[in-house]
């Protein structure tokens, strides 16, 4: 679960850095005891895809040393659907076959009331589509990726649905029926067409805004004085202050490469400073 704490294999090395270093260790969407402590929101209920290595050992470690962290409350929450797609169907509790929030909520928004729905419902919100639906989501690439992976699972009638999904039929009949009523006039169209098809929605944690805080050289912050500590540069993911509450989509390589291009810059200089 932390491959910080739970990795003892490899053999410890310690390396001197004469000019500089750069901190471009990502995030730490997989630390769940440091994000816990910090967003109890994000918890172990939340979902992350990033990879094992995901964690906040490197933050801890610029932390040590005095370096200033900031934003490390926030995260950028996703789903397995695309969210502009999820808004397009009914996202119902699996354990009721009721609809307990409203899809088309802003991105964060439904994250975080979806999470506190599970944390006190203990349940994976399901959402149902129809063939309208799934001809207009968003992201097609991303849906042909969902069906062959599983995720978006597409029935015939809604009464296959409900047997395969182990759901009440009458109930959700009636969710259903319900849901295609009051959605009259808004942006979503009413489930009426088969196939239909069932997506575990679940919140994931795919980016933490949180890190060193760095100024526009890419020098890490200190806590002490807020002054640049000397030789310390952050780039990507690790470093703060870039983002605020909602990171755009697809800004967070640009972020990377950009910050990453001024710390080498700054450690060149830095470098023949001292060679001078």
């Known amino acids: 679960k932390n491959e910080d704490m739970e990795n003892a294999g490899g053999l410890p090395k310690r390396y001197a850095a004469r000019y500089g270093v750069v901190l471009a260790t990502g995030g730490y969407s997989r630390d769940l005891a440091f994000r816990m402590a910090e967003a109890p929101l994000q918890s172990e209920e939340m979902a992350t895809r990033c990879h094992i290595g995901n964690t906040a050992g490197a933050l801890r470690a ?23 797609d999820l808004r397009m169907g009914m996202v119902i509790d699996p354990k009721t076959c009721k609809r307990f929030i409203d899809e088309s909520m802003p991105r964060t928004d439904l994250a975080v009331n979806m999470l506190l729905y599970m944390q006190k419902h203990r349940c994976i919100p399901l959402g149902i589509y129809d063939k309208k639906t799934m001809d207009a989501f968003f992201d097609h690439k991303r849906r042909q990726r969902l069906l062959f992976s599983n995720a978006l699972r597409p029935y015939d009638t809604l009464e296959e649905l409900a047997a395969k999904e182990h759901l009440d039929l009458k109930t959700l009949k009636a969710t259903l029926d319900r849901y295609n009523k009051d959605i009259a006039g808004s942006l979503s169209v009413p489930l009426t067409e088969p196939p239909f098809a069932a997506c575990t929605i679940e919140p994931d944690l795919s980016y933490t805004q949180g890190g060193v805080l760095i100024n526009t050289r890419a020098e890490a912050i200190s806590a002490l004085d807020d002054k640049p500590i000397p030789g310390l540069y952050v780039a990507g993911e690790a470093s703060a202050g870039v983002f605020g509450v909602t990171r755009l989509t697809a800004c967070s390589l640009p972020d990377c490469a950009a910050f990453g291009m001024i710390a080498g810059e700054e450690i060149a200089k830095r470098a023949r400073n001292i060679k001078a």
């Open 62 to 84: 610029a932390l040590a040393i005095g370096a200033r962290s900031v934003h490390t409350t926030l995260g950028r929450y996703g789903f397995y659907i695309a969210s502009e």
